[in-house]
T-cell receptor
Framework: NAGVTQTPKFQVLKTGQSMTLQCAQDMNHEYMSWYRQDPGMGLRLIHY???????DQGEVPNGYNVSRSTTEDFPLRLLSAAPSQTSVYFC??????????FGSGTRLTVV | DAKTTQPNSMESNEEEPVHLPCNHSTISGTDYIHWYRQLPSQGPEYVIH???SNVNNRMASLAIAEDRKSSTLILHRATLRDAAVYYCILRDMNNAGNMLTFGGGTRLMVKP
């Protein structure tokens, strides 16, 4: 049982480049979400999904897009990377009444 | 969303019990109290959650005040591996989005 798998684990981008952070879960969870965590700070919600085909914005959605075509996958797209998007990104999945499972994170540096 | 208040940091000795407090005076009737922890360089990890009654699992116990305005996460015997940031989060079961909102948490330091 893999849980929540995030790829890549590390990435360096140049300003203006685009990329997709992958997130996959094998627990048949309906809820999935993306967070970012800046150094020394708490996690902030970027986007979330309550089921396939349904997404919504969180606290800091600007510069990011998401889609949810399957229950298992919830990719996060950076449209035009900026240094302010340097952060650690966590994907999580869960159900209505129980705890969330988090991935191990993607460490992104934008230069 | 209802907010929580936690001390910024706490210290404990190894193999002693630790009581991590959380205040949530504006909690609503449909808010569950969730606790997560984040070990250094890792993603958050679910610890425990409850609504009104005290809860126990293999990791910890959760004691909830009768008026639900506060709660306490109890680690029965702290180990060095328990050094982490502990987050107390309210999760509204009436909210379809139902996502987690993280505050600053409590940084627990465990001394050998």
């Amino acid at each position: 049982n893999a849980g929540v798998t995030q790829t890549p684990k590390f990435q360096v981008l140049k300003t203006g480049q685009s990329m997709t952070l992958q997130c996959a879960q094998d627990m048949n969870h309906e809820y999935m979400s993306w967070y970012r965590q800046d150094p020394g700070m708490g996690l902030r919600l970027i986007h979330y999904s309550v089921g396939a085909g349904i997404t919504d914005q969180g606290e800091v959605p600007n510069g990011y897009n998401v889609s949810r075509s399957t229950t298992e996958d919830f990719p996060l797209r950076l449209l035009s990377a900026a240094p302010s998007q340097t952060s650690v990104y966590f994907c999580a999945s869960g159900t209505v009444f129980y705890g969330y499972t988090f991935g191990s994170g993607t460490r992104l540096t934008v230069v | 969303d209802a907010k929580t208040t936690q001390p910024n940091s706490m210290e404990s000795n190894e193999e002693e019990p630790v009581h991590l407090p959380c205040n949530h005076s504006t909690i609503s009737g449909t808010d569950y109290i969730h606790w997560y922890r984040q070990l250094p360089s890792q993603g958050p990890e679910y610890v425990i959650h409850g609504l009104t009654s005290n809860v126990n699992n293999r990791m910890a116990s959760l004691a909830i005040a009768e008026d639900r305005k506060s709660s306490t996460l109890i680690l029965h015997r702290a180990t060095l591996r328990d050094a982490a940031v502990y987050y107390c989060i309210l999760r509204d079961m009436n909210n379809a989005g139902n996502m987690l909102t993280f505050g600053g948490g409590t940084r627990l330091m465990v001394k050998p």
